[in-house]
């Protein structure tokens, strides 16, 4: 399983497109300002077949340290859920599964911590 960066993303755009690399560059990362700063604000994301970005609060908790058995305060958090959509579903489902590399999820949404902003 390979891992692409922005800057592969943009390359390829930029050599599928007209557009000069510089301009492509400006608009990804217009776009991701764009939905961070609208999660930041609490509003929902939609792209119509690809999925749904959301900003949670997830409450207070007590956890426990694993290694001292400590019991230590979570405090409240924001966090951004996203949930997959029709079109890459499909996709997903029709890609070939390669052993090992791909774990198991128990539903279609992903949770991404947001407080080391």
């Not at 409240?76 to 996709?91: C, H, L, P, S, Y």
């Amino acid at each position: 399983m390979a891992t692409i960066t922005k800057k592969e993303l943009i390359d390829r755009i930029s050599d599928q497109t007209t557009c000069k690399r510089i301009v492509v560059k400006r608009i990804v990362q217009t776009f991701l300002d764009e939905i961070i700063d609208e999660l930041g604000q609490g509003n929902r994301l939609e792209f119509r077949d690809f999925g749904v970005f959301e900003s949670k609060i997830r409450a207070a908790r007590i956890a426990q340290n694993p290694k001292t058995l400590e019991r230590v305060e979570v405090p409240r958090k924001r966090t951004v859920k996203f949930k997959i959509g029709r079109m890459m579903k499909e996709k997903l489902q029709e890609a070939p599964l390669d052993g090992d590399l791909l774990t198991p999820v128990g539903d279609s949404s992903v949770r991404v911590d947001a407080s080391n902003r």
